[in-house]
């Protein structure tokens, strides 16, 4: 309809009526619809056996395999299973795992560290992670040993620099820092992070485990347990480096 010169014209328009080929076409579309769709439904109730096994074989061999991997490695021993394939990181990433300490560990030199979770064979409910940091030398290993050492902890005879605390051992062996804590303190647990932590012992020797800064303190009365080392920074001084802080039992018992 058109309004021309103040009258209205209406105006027809013919519809087109699709052809024959035309209602084929359309035809065949949807019936490919319809099977592609009855297809994507029965599929779902089946599976491909192929696809469990590429599950379960990754699983199956890491439970068999070794803990860590090169420098790193250790026995298994017998309590423990792998529970996850182990983490590696650099200077460059290590503050992905130990976020707010990495710069305690990057000042002292650290190199490198290998990280795994293990749990106990009987039940996968009780599990711990082992630590191993390659700090390149001796010094620099026990620097971070004494910077993080914890107030409750008990001197173990494992290295020189050892001690256990109720979920953790923490040792220096040579270049290496390790760490090895367990949420919940099993018996079993510990026995057998303890049987790792000999193993590692075993298979990287501490070699001459000594400190030379520390021989310069009087040895009667000193409290070997709080000796430490900063290698950079030390109490807050930027270019204070090297600093051996140790405690001495100033007070001593005379003869009355």
């Excluded at 001459?208 to 290698?231: A, H």
């Excluded at 090297?242 to 405690?247: D, E, G, I, L, Q």
Aim: proline share 7%; glycine share 6%.
């Amino acid at each position: 309809m058109t309004y021309d010169s103040g009258e209205w014209t209406v105006m027809s328009q013919t519809s087109h009526k699709p052809g024959r080929s035309e209602q084929f076409i359309g035809f065949s579309i949807l019936l490919c619809l319809a099977t592609i769709t009855a297809g994507i439904w029965l599929r779902q109730f089946s599976f491909n056996p192929a696809v469990l096994a590429i599950a379960v074989e990754p699983a199956a061999a890491m439970t068999a395999s070794a803990p860590m991997t090169g420098e790193t490695s250790a026995e298994l021993p017998s309590e423990l299973a792998v529970l996850s394939a182990p983490e590696n990181f650099g200077p460059d990433d290590v503050y992905n795992k130990i976020d707010g300490k990495a710069d305690l560990y990057l000042t002292a030199g650290f190199v490198h560290l290998t990280c795994q979770r293990f749990a106990l064979k009987a039940t996968n409910d009780d599990w711990m992670e082992w630590f191993v940091y390659d700090m390149g030398a001796l010094p620099q290993a026990f620097s971070v040993f004494s910077l993080q050492r914890r107030t409750e902890g008990q001197s173990i005879g494992l290295t020189p620099f050892a001690y256990q605390t109720d979920n953790a051992i923490y040792f220096v062996s040579g270049r290496y820092y390790v760490e090895a804590v367990t949420a919940m303190p099993v018996p079993t647990m510990m026995t057998g992070m303890m049987a790792m932590a000999r193993a590692f012992v075993a298979a990287h020797p501490p070699g001459p485990s000594v400190i030379p800064e520390l021989k310069l303190f009087p040895q009667e009365y000193r409290e070997t347990d709080n000796d430490g080392l900063q290698m950079a920074d030390a109490f807050g001084f930027d270019g204070f480096t090297n600093v051996c802080p140790a405690s001495q039992r100033t007070s001593k018992c005379l003869p009355i």
